[in-house]
């Protein structure tokens, strides 16, 4: 298995309140994405990082925000959590080359009171 | 754009039948495909993967896909069911200039005894 982490793994806090998700990774991965999963819409991209200090949106970014001040760990952080936002977040990595695949870790159930 | 269409959202098969599970994609640049297998409360994993090259792909745990540009699809198969192959799979598009992957809705299957 690739070496991904994420913690914590079940988080459970109140609106309005600031919450940061950790991703961190052993394979010297350049690229690095945080996932939200919800019944019937599969994963959806929230932002990836193409490097250090190198991040982008995704699809459905509003209300997150991501920092990666080293290569192994990429931060997902909710500024003032919303119920809508309780979810299933993943994170994954892959290689140097476009064509690779991603791999995942175990995933963080947040939910947001 | 890319985008992914899993036709199904629920699978039922009996133990040692064959498993169909569909994909279809929309892609304006050549694709990169991948089926992955999700367990209850784990991550993701890769199951198989198309990037160029033969069009008939062999996986992990007995499954296969057949790239058919023609039909744009990717349909994911298993020629005898197992109890353990109950999980939800996904299938996701890459496009060579992008390092984003969409993925589709998912597809619960079901393996009765």
């Known amino acids: 298995d690739a070496g991904i982490t994420q913690s914590p793994r079940h988080k459970v806090t109140e609106t309005g309140t600031p919450v940061t998700l950790r991703c961190h990774q052993t394979e010297n991965h350049r690229y690095m994405y945080w996932y939200r999963q919800d019944p019937g819409h599969g994963l959806r991209l929230i932002h990836y990082?193409?490097?250090?200090?190198?991040?982008d949106k995704g699809e459905v970014s509003d209300g997150y925000s991501v920092s990666r001040s080293k290569t192994e760990d990429f931060l997902l952080t909710l500024e003032s959590a919303t119920s809508s936002q309780t979810s299933v977040y993943f994170c994954?990595?892959?290689?140097?080359?476009?064509?690779?695949?991603?791999?995942f870790g175990p995933g963080t159930r947040l939910t947001v009171l | 754009a890319q985008s992914v269409t899993q036709l199904g959202s629920h699978v039922s098969v009996s133990e040692g039948a064959l498993v169909l599970l569909r994909c279809n994609y929309s892609?304006?640049?050549?694709?990169?495909l991948f089926w992955y297998v999700q367990y209850p409360n784990q991550g993701l994993q890769l199951l198989l993967k198309y990037t160029t090259g033969a069009t008939l792909v062999k996986g992990i745990n007995g499954f296969e896909a057949e790239f058919k540009k023609s039909e744009t699809s990717f349909h994911l198969t298993k020629p005898s069911a197992h109890m353990s192959d109950a999980a939800e799979y996904f299938c996701?598009?890459?496009?060579?200039?992008?390092?984003?992957?969409?993925f589709g809705t998912g597809t619960r299957l079901q393996v009765f005894p």
């Open positions: 990082s193409y490097g250090v200090k190198d991040t």
């Open positions: 994954a990595i892959s290689g140097w080359t476009s064509r690779g695949e991603q791999f």
């Open positions: 892609s304006s640049v050549p694709p990169y």
């Open positions: 996701a598009v890459r496009g060579s200039n992008t390092d984003k992957l969409i």
